[in-house]
Antibody, heavy 124, light 109 residues
């Protein structure tokens, strides 16, 4: 059973860089799209971006200038960095596995395994 | 604002059928996937593609699509189905996973 676990500081100061790591266990990090999603308190889900195990990335255009996602296949980990944070970046941050499924109608990329989420608060 | 639009809240009587909808231009070209989120928990995938359920998801959950609208139907809603439901699809540029709906709070009466 694949499991994902987020780790990193729960409190970040405004203008600094938020850094989180997701450790994948129970399966290989190869051949999937490793994703970050966030959820501000009481609000909906927002896709941040993902990285393919080979290193190619795709980011939410609204966050692209501040986001970097990287992968370390030797450690079965991937990471998120979000720079110049403000209070609006306060959220529960989830890591998740993106996987492609196929049927007669085509293929679909879905988030089939999720971490439990970690709350990051931006405050001085 | 989100590229995918959902009703904020829907209610259903125990054992009855409820449909949760998601609207957006990208849905004319791409199927949606649906996630269930209970309070304090991570989302769980319940439907993807034309109408596919991951292993372990009850068959009372089904999906459909018409025009710019995707629907999640729960036939015979149970108390444990009370949760927030989010649709997800590609955005207008075709980027996978990029568009989430605002979510629908389902209350089972």
């Amino acid at each position: 059973q694949v499991q994902l676990q987020e780790s990193g500081p729960g409190l970040v100061k405004p203008s600094e860089t938020l850094s989180l790591t997701c450790t994948v266990s129970g399966g290989s990090i190869s051949s999937y799209y490793w994703s970050w999603i966030r959820q501000p308190p009481g609000k909906g889900l927002e896709w941040i971006g993902y990285i393919y195990y080979s290193g190619s990335t795709n980011y939410n255009p609204s966050l692209k200038s501040r986001v970097t996602i990287s992968v370390d296949t030797s450690k079965n980990q991937f990471s998120l960095k979000l720079s110049s944070v403000t209070a609006a970046d306060t959220a529960v941050y989830y890591c998740a596995r993106g996987n492609d499924y196929y049927d007669s109608s085509g293929y679909y990329r879905v988030l089939d395994y999720w971490g439990q989420g970690t709350l990051v608060t931006v405050s001085s | 604002s989100s590229e995918l639009t959902q009703d904020p809240a829907v209610s259903v009587a125990l054992g009855q059928t409820v449909r949760i909808t998601c609207q957006g231009d990208s849905l004319r070209s791409y199927y949606a996937s649906w996630y269930q989120q209970k309070p304090g928990q991570a989302p769980v995938l319940v439907i993807y593609g034309k109408n596919n359920r991951p292993s372990g998801i009850p068959d009372r959950f089904s999906g459909s699509s018409s025009g710019n609208t995707a629907s999640l139907t729960i036939t015979g809603a149970q108390a444990e189905d009370e949760a927030d439901y989010y649709c997800n699809s590609r955005d207008s540029s075709g980027n996978h996973l990029a568009a989430f709906g605002g979510g629908t709070k389902l209350t089972v009466l």
